[in-house]
């Protein structure tokens, strides 16, 4: 079964600091890498995706991805309170395109 | 907004009552997504439809019907529910066939079974 591994936290960081997001996954074929962040009680919504290795930034928000190591992470720089969601790494399986979710890790801002 | 909606958000309903979810996007996509969410679980993917053909059935019961009239429309036909089937149930569109496969989510609607 193709897995998506995510730390549920709460992951707590204070206001300004680097919040720093972990994704592990199983399938080697999986191309394509993102990061959805999710108010409670709001749906995901796509904040970066990412397909070759290394680095990739928008904003206070870099993704870097590891396919060796089958990592993916999220980074966020000067992390404000309105950040506080959970946030859900997602892959696709490398044989049907579907994406496989991880179970999310919410983060905590605090002021 | 993301180019997908969903009617109703919010929908209370009996276990003998049948109901239909509705989602439609404006985003040019082809293809289209039934995800449920239940609490402290991940996503659950529940039917794919591209070009309007359905290609995955994640094994759910068939007190869930989906309907996708065109590339743009998808709905959930629900019926004769139970209790855990309470959850928000997301609709997602994305561009079949590219690398990216970015799914872009709808509000969702919160379902309530009683």
């Known amino acids: 079964q193709k897995e998506v591994e995510q730390n549920s936290g709460p992951l707590s960081v204070p206001e300004g600091a680097i919040a720093s997001l972990n994704c592990t996954y199983s399938d080697r074929g999986s191309q394509s890498f993102f990061w959805y962040r999710q108010y409670s009680g709001k749906s995901p919504e796509l904040i970066m995706f990412i397909y070759s290795n290394g680095d990739k930034e928008d904003g206070r928000f870099t993704a870097q991805l590891n396919k060796a190591s089958q990592y993916v992470s999220l980074l966020i720089r000067d992390s404000q309170p309105s950040d506080s969601a959970t946030y859900l790494c997602a892959v696709n399986d490398g044989n049907t395109g579907k994406l496989i979710f991880g179970q999310g890790t919410t983060l905590q801002v605090k002021p | ?114």
């Open chain 2, 1 to 114: 907004e993301t180019g997908v909606t969903q009617t109703p958000r919010h929908l209370v309903m009996g276990m003998t009552n049948k109901k239909s979810l509705k989602c439609e996007q404006h985003l040019g996509h082809n293809a289209m997504y039934w995800y449920k969410q239940s609490a402290k679980k991940p996503l659950e993917l529940m039917f794919v439809y591209n070009f309007k053909e359905q290609t995955e059935n994640n094994s759910v019961p068939s007190r869930f019907s989906p309907e996708c009239p065109n590339s743009s429309h998808l709905f959930l036909h629900l019926h004769t529910l139970q209790p855990e089937d309470s959850a928000l149930y997301l609709c997602a569109s994305s561009q079949a066939g590219t690398s990216g496969y970015e799914q872009y989510f709808g509000p969702g609607t919160r379902l309530t079974v009683t």
